[in-house]
Structure formats: C-alpha cells, structure tokens
C-alpha cells in the first residue's frame, strides 16, 4: 500500500491549495482516510477523515468551515482543500489510512503514511 501526498507550496495568507493523496496497491473500500499536518517543533494535529466507501466526513474543530476532504474513488485519491491559509497552517501535512470506519485523532492508530507535503504560508 501506498500513499502519495502532493500539492503544496508557497502561498501568501488569503490563499487556497488543494493538496491529494493518490492511493495504490489495494482497494480502499472499507477504509477511512485522514489528513494530518505537523508544524515544526509541534505533535501531529488530525484535521479531517473521510469514510471512503460512503463519504461520510468529519473535522477537527480547529479546522471547520475552512478546511474540505473529499474523494475521488475513480482515481484512487483523496484531497484536502485549504481556503483562506494563514501563517499558522504552515506545516507538513500528511496523509493516512487505517482499516474501519472509524476516525481517530491519534496519528498511532493509522496503519499507511504518505511521505507528506510542506504547505508554506506568507504573510
């Protein structure tokens, strides 16, 4: 199993990015896919999960309203985008999944890891 994690960069604050997660090497149905992020010197923060097989989402609090995860089961993928960034987002956010329907916010309960994109945010 892989996950391959794509789309950051270098944005000024106000800006968007939509950031994937393109999966191989099974089929995901029945799993739950989630978004991370991990600001230098800081644990790793969940932020969203999506059920793959029905779509069902949920968020962090921290994250509501500016944050959207969805997916594309056609294409193996799974996205994350980010409106209205501000400096506090920088940080490298990974993706994972686990087995279940059911989210986690402790990153030790995902079984695969994509390797992660830097988000920069520019004041």
């Known amino acids: 199993v892989q996950l391959q994690a794509s789309g950051g960069g270098l944005v000024q604050a106000g800006g968007s990015l939509r950031l994937s997660c393109a999966a191989s090497?099974?089929?995901?149905?029945?799993?739950?896919m989630a978004w991370f992020r991990q600001a230098p010197g800081k644990d790793r923060e969940f932020l969203t999960a999506?059920?793959?097989?029905?779509?069902?989402?949920h968020y962090a609090n921290s994250v509501k309203g500016r944050f959207t995860i969805s997916r594309d089961n056609a294409a193996n993928t799974v996205y994350l985008q980010i409106d209205n960034l501000n400096v506090e987002d920088t940080a490298v956010y990974y993706c994972?999944?686990?087995?279940?329907?059911?989210?986690?916010?402790?990153?030790?309960?995902?079984?695969?890891w994509g390797q992660g994109t830097l988000v920069t945010v520019s004041s």
């Open positions: 994972a999944s686990r087995y279940g329907s059911n989210y986690y916010y402790s990153p030790g309960l995902y079984d695969y």
């Open positions: 090497g099974r089929t995901f149905s029945g799993y739950t």
């Open positions: 999506i059920n793959w097989s029905d779509g069902g989402t």
